[in-house]
């Protein structure tokens, strides 16, 4: 594509987890996640029978796409002309390689980051930027790339969170609502808080600052995907639901801070798996509702993009 000199061409690279394109896809997106290595047909089955019991295509490879057109048209709209959004995976095709690869192709001019997750970790959002800029360096391309990084306490964001716990609160029968506490979840990571700083930071903090906006005091914190719960973050959701029923609680919903868009992994962990225990401990359970492509959070996204590229004194 031909630009005129002077011209601008921005494009915002939409940075995601990645999923398999169809069931026949399950088991090379699974060996991408473990760097070559086949999972074996016993691991596979479980996986795959989850896939199954979906009854939908992966939701995290649509509505990432979904977003990443979403997020265009409103840009557009607001008045950046010159702006295209590109979804892309770590795990999947389109891979951010060959994303990056497009772009050069296209003209873009200004490369803009954006990972559809708020928290930053070494091997999440640190790795996606570094792939970006690695395979620039591959291609001895110059473009500049700007990170979109540490949104997570943008006004607007903290108020379609709170939007969403607010509704499930709302759900809850009104004999439960006043005596239920909120549990705000995120992946969990090996190892100790030390080691994780940034990462416990931020998600303490946009739990607090939504808690906040909801003027409410029964909330804690929780992770998810412990591997083994002695060297991982915890605690785990399932033993705090348990927890709950013991001190009294009638509820509890539970908020997923971490991911956007709706996945299989989270939907099996936050959604099956703590039913199971809430029904078995006899209290009541609900999840907020993902994000995925919503206009409230869309339009949230767009102005954290703006900003950034005002800040950077871009033309906007």
Not at 41 to 46: D, F, G, I, R, S
Not at 50 to 65: E, F, S
Not at 69 to 86: D, F, I, N, R, T
Not at 235 to 241: G, L, N
């Amino acid at each position: 594509m031909e630009k005129e000199e002077n011209s601008q061409m921005y494009g915002i690279i939409l940075m995601s987890y990645g999923g398999p394109e169809s069931m026949d896809g399950i088991e090379s997106f699974f060996t991408h996640i473990l760097q070559g290595r086949k999972p074996s047909p016993e691991q596979l089955k479980p996986i795959t029978a989850q896939y199954v019991a979906l009854g939908t295509p992966d939701p995290l490879r649509t509505k990432t796409k979904r977003q990443a057109e979403a997020l265009e048209y409103v840009l557009k709209q607001s008045g950046l002309s010159e702006v295209k959004v590109y979804p892309a995976y770590k795990h999947a095709a389109p891979f951010i390689e060959d994303t990056i690869g497009q772009m050069i192709e296209e003209g873009v001019t200004q490369i803009v980051t954006l990972p559809m997750t708020p928290f930053y970790t070494e091997k999440g959002v640190g790795q996606y930027q570094r792939t970006v800029q690695e395979e620039l360096a591959n291609r001895q391309q110059t473009i500049p790339v700007y990170h979109i990084d540490n949104w997570h306490l943008h006004p607007e964001y903290i108020t379609v969170i709170a939007s969403r716990v607010q509704e499930a609160l709302n759900w809850l029968p009104q004999s439960a609502r006043e005596e239920s506490t909120i549990v705000f979840t995120a992946h969990s990571q090996p190892g100790t808080e030390e080691k994780h700083e940034v990462y416990v930071r931020q998600f303490t903090e946009l739990a607090e600052q939504v808690a906040l906006q909801l003027h409410v005091n029964n909330w804690r914190i929780a992770y998810r995907s412990a591997r083994h719960k002695q060297n991982w973050l915890g605690p785990d959701i399932k033993d705090v639901v348990r927890e709950e029923a013991e001190t009294g609680s009638k509820g509890v919903v539970a908020c997923e801070l971490l991911s956007l868009t709706n996945n299989i992994e989270t939907l099996q962990e936050i959604g099956k798996d703590c039913q199971d225990v809430a029904s078995k401990v006899g209290i009541h359970y609900v999840r907020t509702e993902f994000l995925d492509d919503s206009f409230d959070l869309i339009c949230a996204l767009a102005n954290i993009t703006k900003e950034k590229l005002s800040r950077l004194e871009l033309k906007v």
